[in-house]
């Protein structure tokens, strides 16, 4: 008789016979059984996180955000449990990438190995910024940046052919977008490209004096990256996410934070 589980293929004889001769096989089987299953889907998980405001942050010790929420709900939704980490973004990413964490916070499809939603729960509108006395209206393309400072956070999944263009002056990668936004705000860039929900909430939290230069170039759909290992949890992850997008809880997440919800922004900002 053939046996397929979760890790392995066996073939295996059972009948009263081969039970009688080799009852140590059969336990060693029984236990490789037991293996598997842990193997497939574990009890809890862990993730790390970086500190972006308003998405994700930390509050006396403790994981907070409207990332955090989200991913939080949808968790609790699938009966997964999940236990947080604080770190820089290059370093949650990395220790990601090593498995030595099994989630990634905000990750999307540009992170290698992983499992994600392609349309995720989060979103990341990107828009360039610039100072309040820029002769820049709105945006029209990266070549009225031609032989200009532009910054950038360095890690973030930015669209290829922003990377790729060569026409900026310099392009300057930060550790973070409060740098970034500091960095344009005292001179030292003429554009930074940030994104319409953490840099309106960093300056507007640090006075700063500048404007987002519409329209917004791209959403990236941002998600809660799986390990590969962890197929069954992101399956029921996946599940979980459809279920509340199409019952409106997602949406009064967002609505609760951002004053819009979910579909709205999608509306106003998608292609």
Same mark, same amino acid.
């Given at each position: 008789?053939?046996?397929?589980?979760?890790?392995?293929?066996?073939?295996?004889?059972?009948?009263?016979?081969?039970?009688?001769?080799?009852?140590?096989?059969?336990?060693?089987?029984?236990?490789?059984?037991?293996?598997?299953?842990?193997?497939?889907?574990?009890?809890?998980?862990?993730?790390?996180?970086?500190?972006? @405001?308003?998405?994700?942050?930390?509050?006396?010790?403790? @994981?907070?955000?409207?990332?955090? +929420?989200?991913?939080?709900?949808?968790?609790?939704?699938?009966?997964?449990?999940?236990?947080?980490?604080? &770190? @820089?973004?290059?370093?949650?990413?990395? +220790?990601?990438?090593?498995?030595?964490?099994?989630?990634?916070?905000?990750?999307?499809?540009?992170?290698?190995?992983?499992?994600?939603?392609?349309?995720?729960?989060?979103?990341?509108?990107?828009?360039?910024?610039?100072?309040?006395?820029?002769?820049?209206?709105?945006?029209?393309?990266?070549?009225?940046?031609?032989?200009?400072?532009? $910054?950038?956070?360095?890690?973030?999944?930015? @669209?290829?052919?922003?990377?790729?263009?060569?026409?900026?002056? +310099?392009?300057?990668?930060?550790?973070?977008?409060?740098?970034?936004?500091?960095?344009?705000?005292?001179?030292?860039?003429?554009?930074?490209?940030?994104?319409?929900?953490?840099?309106?909430?960093?300056?507007?939290?640090?006075?700063?004096?500048?404007?987002?230069?519409?329209?917004?170039?791209?959403?990236?759909?941002?998600?809660?990256?799986?390990?590969?290992?962890?197929?069954?949890?992101?399956?029921?992850?996946?599940?979980?996410?459809?279920? &509340?997008?199409?019952?409106?809880?997602?949406? $009064?997440?967002?609505?609760?934070?951002?004053?819009?919800?979910?579909?709205?922004?999608?509306?106003?900002?998608?292609?």
């Amino acid at each position: 008789m053939s046996y397929t589980l979760a890790c392995f293929s066996i073939y295996l004889p059972f009948n009263e016979n081969f039970i009688h001769m080799h009852p140590r096989l059969l336990l060693y089987v029984l236990l490789m059984v037991a293996s598997c299953s842990v193997i497939g889907k574990s009890n809890s998980l862990s993730a790390c996180y970086a500190d972006w @405001p308003p998405y994700s942050y930390q509050v006396d010790g403790k @994981p907070a955000g409207i990332s955090i +929420e989200i991913y939080n709900a949808i968790l609790q939704r699938a009966n997964i449990k999940v236990s947080y980490s604080k &770190m @820089p973004w290059a370093r949650c990413k990395a +220790e990601f990438l090593a498995g030595k964490v099994d989630l990634l916070v905000d990750g999307d499809v540009s992170i290698p190995n992983s499992l994600h939603i392609e349309r995720g729960p989060v979103l990341w509108i990107l828009i360039f910024w610039v100072h309040q006395d820029s002769q820049f209206g709105d945006f029209k393309g990266y070549v009225q940046f031609e032989n200009q400072s532009v $910054g950038y956070v360095r890690d973030y999944g930015y @669209p290829k052919d922003f990377i790729e263009y060569q026409g900026f002056g +310099e392009k300057y990668d930060v550790l973070d977008d409060l740098q970034g936004l500091k960095m344009l705000a005292k001179g030292r860039l003429q554009a930074f490209f940030g994104d319409v929900i953490s840099s309106t909430f960093l300056v507007n939290r640090h006075q700063l004096k500048l404007s987002a230069l519409g329209p917004a170039m791209k959403i990236r759909f941002l998600t809660l990256s799986f390990g590969k290992q962890h197929l069954a949890q992101h399956t029921d992850f996946r599940r979980a996410f459809m279920n &509340m997008l199409n019952d409106g809880s997602i949406d $009064g997440i967002y609505q609760k934070h951002l004053g819009m919800t979910y579909h709205e922004l999608l509306e106003k900002y998608d292609d």
